[in-house]
Nanobody, 120 residues
């Protein structure tokens, strides 16, 4: 059994910061890949940032230099530090984890989403 908790969304003024967390627990061997996606009203879901199995990070052009994805292997947790937030960053943010369980099966997990609103 695997349990994942997303947290950290909220309302912030332009130029402010937020940190999103996505913590997995349970019968986990390791996280093979992890990422954050977002969906703004009336738009399709898009990749924000991800860490691949080679431990390299990819970012959407619109967030490069402002957002940082990181992981804590010991806690099976992935973070998204968002700085210098802009109104166009307003969206529901989703965590995506590729979890290898201790029984060596892969789970492609999507979080329920956390709302980030950037507004004055």
């Amino acid at each position: 059994q695997v349990h994942v908790v997303e947290s950290g969304g909220g309302l912030v003024q332009p130029g402010g910061s937020l940190r999103l967390s996505c913590a997995a627990s349970g019968m986990i061997f390791r996280l093979n890949a992890m990422g954050w996606y977002r969906q703004a009203p009336g738009k399709e879901r898009e990749l924000v940032a991800r860490i691949t199995s080679g431990n390299s990070a990819d970012y959407a052009d619109s967030v490069k230099g402002r957002f940082t994805i990181s992981e804590d292997n010991a806690k099976n947790t992935v973070y998204l530090q968002m700085d210098n937030l802009k109104p166009e960053d307003t969206a529901v943010y989703y965590c995506n984890l590729i979890i290898l369980t201790i029984s060596r099966s892969n789970i492609d997990y999507w979080g329920k989403g956390t709302l980030v609103t950037v507004s004055s």
